[in-house]
């Protein structure tokens, strides 16, 4: 008999770098001079394994900022639709986003997205414009069915 497991958890970084400079990262940016990008075709070979994870483990970003890639969004599209509650990304907001993007991401069907707020000047005020975009743009999708 042949037993099939769900992978546990698929992690990977679409970018190698973060737009903040966190005294306390893991990462230390000191001499990163280029953001590099992960290439469509990469994304495309990964994201064949979407279907085969458990919930919520397929990690688009764990030490860096995904939101620095200019595809990101576009990133999520070539996952299923019945795969994408496997996804989730974590970002720290920084970047200024357009509602576009937090309406892709209310409706995009994925699993979670890890907020990070733990930076020493972290202040409330910097991330309620786009925690209330997402949340009009998730109560628009639910209405919507
Ligand atoms: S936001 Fe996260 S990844 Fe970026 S510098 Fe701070 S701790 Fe590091």
């Known amino acids: 008999m042949t037993a099939h497991e769900p992978i546990q958890?698929?992690?990977?970084?679409?970018?190698?770098?973060c737009n903040l400079g966190c005294p306390f990262c893991l990462c230390d940016y000191a001499q990163t001079?280029?953001?590099h990008m992960m290439s469509e075709a990469a994304l495309r070979a990964a994201v064949r394994l979407a279907c085969f994870t458990t919930e919520g483990s397929f990690w688009f970003s764990c030490l860096h900022e995904p939101t620095l890639h200019p595809h990101l969004t576009a990133f999520i599209?070539?996952?299923?639709?019945?795969c994408r509650s496997k996804l989730l990304y974590t970002t720290n907001l920084a970047k200024r986003m357009p509602g576009a993007y937090f309406q892709m991401l209310a409706s995009s069907g994925m699993h979670h997205v890890n907020l990070e707020q733990f930076h020493a000047d972290w202040k409330w005020r910097s991330y309620a414009k786009p925690m209330k975009l997402l949340a009009k743009f998730e109560l628009e999708c639910f209405q919507s069915g």
């Open 9 to 17: 958890n698929l992690i990977m970084d679409i970018v190698d770098n």
């Open 33 to 35: 001079r280029t953001t």
């Open 77 to 82: 599209e070539p996952v299923p639709h019945a």
